[in-house]
């Protein structure tokens, strides 16, 4: 079918959701293999390895810690890929995979979050806990059919993805506490201004907050002010 070509989609995703039946726990493997030919590297960062390719010279290794991985290990990897005069900065332990990632160069390193779905279907807690013996990493349990942890899930997707809720206060009136504004981590008062109209900041007073941000309630803020999840603010215009 298509599957090159959804696979090649995903390497452009902000965080990756592995979902798989509570009864078929053995398909998180496979998946996870499949990603990982691909080039998708889940849950890790990029490696810390600069690789600056020579005409001449030879093969230069520089690092600041004690490596456990062999300096001689390295150049026959480097050379395996017809390198052969290079300088090789190193700020982080390694290993024979990180240093192919790093000459390869077009690995992509993605958040992921493992869902393990039907959880209704098990007998017992002892059937989720052998789960989580097998796989030996952090899911999220959840049943799609009852509703079971669902909104576990979504604020864990909220906090990988660094979105943040923001409630908005009309002057006078009740907090909308149903539909909040969604806003990326590190937001600030002028971005709330242009989610809501670019034309507010023209007229923006001031702002007062009320939430994780400020030090007390209603505090009176300007345009700069970074907001917080779950913050409640009212623009004051004039």
Known sequence: GRGKEILSVIRNMDLILIIVDALR???????????????????????????????????????NKNLKIKKELIKEILNEYKIHSADVTIHEEVDEE????????????????????????????????SIGEKIKREFIPISAKNGTNLDVLKDEIFRRLGFIRIYMKPPGKEADMEEPLIM???????????????????????????????????QIVGLEHEVKDGDIVTIITR
């Open 25 to 63: 726990i053995e398909q998180l493997r496979i998946i996870e293999d499949e990603l990982y030919k691909i080039g998708i590297r889940l849950n890790q960062r990029r490696p810390d390895i600069k690789i600056e390719r020579k005409h001449s010279g030879g093969i230069h290794i520089i690092s």
């Open 98 to 129: 990180k240093i192919i990632d790093a000459i390869v160069g077009n690995r992509v390193y993605i958040p992921s979050i493992i869902v393990i779905n039907k959880i209704d279907l098990l007998d017992d807690l002892n059937s989720l806990n």
């Open 184 to 218: 990326k981590s590190g937001s600030r008062i002028i971005d709330v201004c242009d989610k809501i109209h670019q034309d507010i900041k023209k007229g923006f007073r001031y702002a007062r907050v009320w939430g994780n941000s400020v030090r007390f309630d209603g």
